[in-house]
């Protein structure tokens, strides 16, 4: 039989294997990585998770790269991804991707992945026809949860947090946009909460998957920058199984510049290696320049000494090494100086200006005309070969920060005239996008579109490159919108800012970034922090200033400090009387505090400047039913669903007046559609329970109850509720038990109290009884109800 001819390698393994080949160094981090494929699971010895760590420059994706192809030479199923997966649904996306490429799909989850862009296609569309904007108090809700029991249904106004374009809003609108579909339920729960639908999914994915693979391995590069939106989720992943169990020789390697967040990883256990990086060993930088063939001594110790052992810079220089006696060459001669041709240089240089490009950008940062062509045949293409240029997975390319800094500085020091002409041409590209990306998106939702907030943050960044002073007011105003939306988005936003003054070498700009940034990381999820410096220190128009003091009012009354929320929105009505938003938020506020006069009195003045805006009249509907008058209620919260019937909060509030006016089958129907617009409407879903067992219904009571708690976890009110149902059935004692759980976490629960009471009594416990009576009647001394109690039990 004539011998089978050896398989030809393709071009890229080629140039793979010569890629390794090049690799020096980190022969420990190697050994310790490929040592661990050797232990099993279930030995102490084995790690889970691998965290590469150190300062830019330093060979973290370098080494990750090289674990990668280790992993492979042990079987290993694996994906990788950076910061372009900026959000759980994007790296599930990413890593179902990779698995597919590799002959293991994971098609439960790419099926589940397709109905949520489905869903969110359709959502934009719909929500783009209307024309509406998002539900104040869908809004509110969306990032708050239920608030407390017995809480207003829904809170409202500028919150964001959880995506106000689509989730808050959207979930105001799911029956409108899937009304009729099968799929109805399931497409609005996973535009609602794609982490906890799609997650589960994932990991029964990935331990069918495990199965047929030796290993599993996950590699997350740049971590300090994915950090704030997947640390959480990936402790919960790992640590807690709250998703489901997770297969056991599933590996996963982080690469960041910090440590891991001790709140997160703190009980981590054996779970983490944390593998430190730091610079090159002087062996380590002498091995790679023997290795591209830099073998003269004085131009070795002249790469040692401008590299400082970098393994980016080493690397670079080893290249273009120059001649000896040249220590004045400034590093970026160095990183350039084994190019010759003129033009090549000159585009190297113009490329680092963008912050991250593509072949477009590229055009644009070298001036080349509209339609016109490069004068550098293939210019694109040679960027990506120079050992700095690094192609990330969203297609976006960006220079290695350490290489761009000195390019910057060059540039700007050299010709302020072509910096400030070359930033506003890149300014003036990405706000083409920006306004490209617009199209079809409500005005009002526009820092909540990833396309469009993307663009107009690279918009401001070459602004405040171009003109620092002048470009500043208007980036800060920015930050106000971005300050009522999640976390990380304004992180980004305080970045930009602080990346910009030290691209600029900008004083001003610097300090501004460096205190946002502190404020928003030191404040965890609230945004009070970055907002009293913005109305402190930032030169704001009278309605930009009422607009900040709005969005901090939001999130100090959903943290309870209602005077300090109140004196916002009263500062802000002080600032523009004509803020209709500032006039509904203390309505809502004077309404908790029981001031519904006062309440009523703003709610005049925000019809009045805004007389088309449902939400007006729903949270008049919700003044009304709290103050007991339930006919006024009704009518006012009929009229209210009329204006927009795809508002769950109205029919939430109405089921409840319905209910107290006795009529509960129309009640339960109110609080069905509710849902059904909204399924994690966890206030519904307590007060539904309440019909529910008045209707007989205690299984699905207990139901309602079990979502709201699994929504909206540790309230007093959904423990409270559940002892009613315990307490309807006869089951006392266990009634009993929620009560004191309720009361527990809410001492001051006046209805607990009375309601436990009644159990007491059931249980001939009759001095308890009168004494949580007295208890409930001095905490809330109008409590008719308990005093009747009180004197019937004498």
Not at 36 to 65: C, I, Q, W, Y
């Amino acid at each position: 039989m004539p011998a089978i001819p050896p398989r030809r390698l393709s071009l890229q393994q080629i140039v793979e294997g010569q890629r390794r080949a090049a690799f020096v160094g980190r022969e420990g981090e190697l050994n310790l990585f490929r040592r661990n494929f050797a232990v099993p699971p279930e030995d102490p010895r084995h790690r889970f998770v691998f965290h590469v760590r150190g300062n830019a420059g330093v060979g973290k994706t370098s080494l990750v790269h090289e674990w990668q192809q280790v992993a492979g030479e042990f079987g290993a199923l694996s994906a990788s991804a950076d910061e372009a997966a900026d959000s759980v649904p994007e790296l599930l996306s990413s890593v179902a991707g990779q698995f597919a490429e590799q002959g293991h799909p994971l098609r439960a989850l790419d099926r589940m992945l397709v109905t949520y862009r489905r869903a969110l296609h359709d959502m934009a569309g719909r929500l783009a026809a209307d024309g509406d904007e998002p539900s104040p108090a869908a809004l509110a809700a969306a990032q708050a949860g239920l608030i407390a029991a017995g809480a207003i249904p829904v809170v409202g106004a500028l919150a964001g947090g959880i995506d106000p374009a689509v989730v808050a809003r959207g979930a105001g609108g799911l029956r409108a946009v899937f009304g009729g579909r099968a799929r109805q339920q399931e497409e609005a729960r996973l535009l609602a909460e794609p982490v906890r639908v799609l997650t589960p999914v994932f990991v029964a994915e990935l331990g069918r998957v495990a199965d047929a693979v030796p290993w599993v391995v996950l590699f997350l590069d740049t971590y300090e920058r994915t950090a704030p939106l997947l640390d959480r989720w990936l402790a919960d992943l790992l640590l807690r199984g709250r998703y489901g169990e997770l297969p056991a020789n599933l590996v996963l390697t982080l690469a960041g510049q910090r440590r891991l967040h001790p709140a997160h990883w703190g009980d981590r256990g054996r779970l983490v290696a944390d593998v430190p990086l730091g610079p090159f060993t002087e062996a380590e930088s002498r091995q790679l320049l023997h290795g591209r063939g830099v073998v003269e001594e004085p131009v070795v110790r002249e790469v040692l000494r401008l590299s400082g052992g970098l393994p980016v810079l080493v690397s670079t220089l080893a290249a273009n090494p120059g001649a000896a006696g040249e220590a004045n060459a400034t590093a970026v001669e160095r990183f350039l100086a084994g190019e010759s041709d003129p033009a090549r240089r000159a585009a190297a240089l113009a490329c680092a200006l963008p912050r991250r490009f593509d072949e477009d950008l590229v055009a644009v940062a070298v001036g080349v005309p509209e339609g016109g062509s490069y004068a550098v045949p293939g210019l694109y293409d040679w960027l990506h070969e120079l050992p700095f240029v690094a192609e990330r997975h969203s297609g976006h390319s960006r220079y290695h920060a350490v290489v761009r800094a000195p390019m910057l500085r060059l540039q700007r020091t050299g010709s302020p005239r072509r910096w400030k002409a070359a930033h506003d041409r890149l300014a003036e590209a990405f706000a083409a996008r920006r306004d490209a990306a617009a199209e079809g998106v409500d005005p009002e939702r526009l820092w909540a579109e990833q396309p469009w907030r993307r663009a107009a943050l690279e918009v401001l960044y070459h602004q405040l490159c171009a003109r620092p002073r002048t470009a500043l007011p208007e980036a800060l105003r920015a930050g106000i919108a971005l300050c009522s939306q999640r976390p990380s988005r304004a992180r980004y936003w305080a970045r930009t800012l602080a990346e910009a003054g030290e691209d600029t070498d900008n004083a001003v700009l610097r300090e501004w970034g460096r205190d946002l940034l502190a404020a928003i990381t030191d404040h965890g999820p609230r945004p009070t922090a970055a907002l009293g410096l913005l109305l402190t220190r930032a030169e704001l128009t009278d309605t930009d200033r009422a607009a900040a003091l709005v969005v901090r009012a939001w999130d100090r009354f959903r943290a309870g400090e209602l005077e300090a929320a109140l004196s916002d929105h009263g500062r802000a009505i002080a600032v523009d009387p004509r803020s209709e938003r500032a006039h509904q938020g203390r309505a809502v506020i004077l309404r908790s505090l029981g001031r519904y006069e006062e309440a009523l009195a703003d709610l005049d003045r925000a019809e009045e400047i805004a007389p088309a805006w449902a939400w007006a009249v729903r949270e008049r509907g919700e003044t009304y039913r709290r103050m007991g008058r339930l006919e006024e209620a009704l009518t006012v919260l009929d009229r209210a669903h009329a204006l927009d019937p795809s508002d769950a909060v109205p029919l939430g509030s109405r089921g409840l007046v319905r209910h107290g006016l006795g009529r509960h089958e129309e009640a339960l129907d109110d609080f069905d559609r509710a849902v059904a617009l909204w399924p994690e409407y966890a206030w519904a879903l307590v007060r539904r329970a309440r019909v529910r067992t008045v209707l007989g219904d205690r299984v699905g009571a207990l139901a309602d109850l079990d979502r709201a708690e699994e929504l909206a976890p540790g309230l007093a009110g959904t423990e409270g509720e559940r002892g009613e149902v315990y307490r309807a059935t006869g089951r006392y004692e266990e009634a009993v038990a929620c009560y004191d759980r309720a009361i527990a976490m809410d001492p001051g629960y006046a209805w607990a109290h009375g309601s436990r009471a009644l159990a007491l009594e059931a249980l001939g416990r009759l001095a308890e009884a009168r004494a949580d009576l007295d208890r409930a009647l001095e905490l809330d001394p109008e409590y008719g109800w308990a005093r009747a109690q009180r004197e019937r039990l004498g």
